[in-house]
T-cell receptor, first 112, second 110 residues
Framework: SQTIHQWPATLVQPVGSPLSLECTVE??????LYWYRQAAGRGLQLLFY??????ISSEVPQNLSASRPQDRQFILSSKKLLLSDSGFYLC???????????FGNGTRLTVT | RKEVEQDPGPFNVPEGATVAFNCTYS??????FFWYRQDCRKEPKLLMS???SGNEDGRFTAQLNRASQYISLLIRDSKLSDSATYLC???????????FGKGTMLLVSP
C-alpha cells in the first residue's frame, strides 16, 4: 500500500532563517505531488505541484520554492522565512489529476 | 481559478440528528468530486468520492447535481466522533489540481 511521510511534525524558526521540509511517498511510482499551506482558521492554499521529476508548478508567488529531485521526493524550501510563513504545511500525492489527494501528517511551522 | 463554496458553519447538532452539507462549484467542466474530513490540527482525510449516480457509505450519502453544479453530503444518525470540518473538493478541468472549499465545521453534542 502507498504511504506518505512528511517531517518534521513541528518546527519553530526565527524570521530570516532558511527552511527545508521534506516529503516522500512509498508504494507508487510517478505520483503527482503537492504542497499546501493552511493558515490558522483558513482554507487550504495550494503552493506547488509536480507531475514529474524536475517539473514544478507554482501557484502563489512568494518566498518559497519547491524541488523534486527524485520521483517520490518533494521538498519545500525558503532562503529567508517571514512571519507570514507560519502555518500548517501539508504534502500530498495523487495518482492523477482526477484522483483524490492523500495527505501526509503535516508540519506545523511557527516563525518567531 | 474556479471557485468552490460551502455552507457557512458551524453546524451544531445533537447526537442522532441528520445533517446535510451543500457545496457549489463554478467550473462546469469539473469531473471529479470528493468530500474530505479534517479533524482539529490534523491533515484532511478522504471521506468519500462523489459519483454521478450518488453513492452511500454507511451513514454517509453523497450526491451530485451537475445541472445546478452542487454536491451534497448527508450524515445520518450523527455521532460525537463525526465532529470535524468537512471539505468539499472539486478538480479543475485542464489543471493537475483540486480546489478545496474552506470547509464546514460540524459539532455533534451529547
Amino acid at each position: 500500500s502507498q504511504t506518505i511521510h512528511q517531517w518534521p511534525a513541528t518546527l519553530v524558526q526565527p524570521v530570516g532563517s532558511p527552511l527545508s521540509l521534506e516529503c516522500t511517498v512509498e508504494g507508487t511510482s510517478n505520483p503527482n505531488l503537492y504542497w499546501y499551506r493552511q493558515a490558522a482558521g483558513r482554507g487550504l492554499q495550494l503552493l506547488f505541484y509536480s507531475v514529474g521529476i524536475g517539473q514544478i508548478s507554482s501557484e502563489v508567488p512568494q518566498n518559497l520554492s519547491a524541488s523534486r529531485p527524485q520521483d517520490r521526493q518533494f521538498i519545500l524550501s525558503s532562503k529567508k522565512l517571514l512571519l507570514s510563513d507560519s502555518g500548517f504545511y501539508l504534502c500530498a500525492w495523487s495518482s492523477g489529476y482526477n484522483s483524490p489527494l492523500h495527505f501526509g501528517n503535516g508540519t506545523r511551522l511557527t516563525v518567531t | 481559478r474556479k471557485e468552490v463554496e460551502q455552507d457557512p458553519g458551524p453546524f451544531n447538532v445533537p447526537e442522532g440528528a441528520t445533517v446535510a452539507f451543500n457545496c457549489t462549484y463554478s467550473n462546469s467542466a469539473s469531473q471529479s468530486f470528493f468530500w474530505y474530513r479534517q479533524d482539529c490540527r490534523k491533515e484532511p482525510k478522504l471521506l468519500m468520492s462523489v459519483y454521478s449516480s450518488g453513492n452511500e457509505d454507511g451513514r454517509f450519502t453523497a450526491q451530485l447535481n451537475r445541472a445546478s453544479q452542487y454536491i451534497s453530503l448527508l450524515i445520518r444518525d450523527s455521532k460525537l466522533s463525526d465532529s470535524a470540518t468537512y471539505l468539499c473538493v472539486v478538480n479543475n478541468e485542464g489543471y493537475s489540481t483540486l480546489t478545496f472549499g474552506k470547509g464546514t465545521m460540524l459539532l455533534v453534542s451529547p
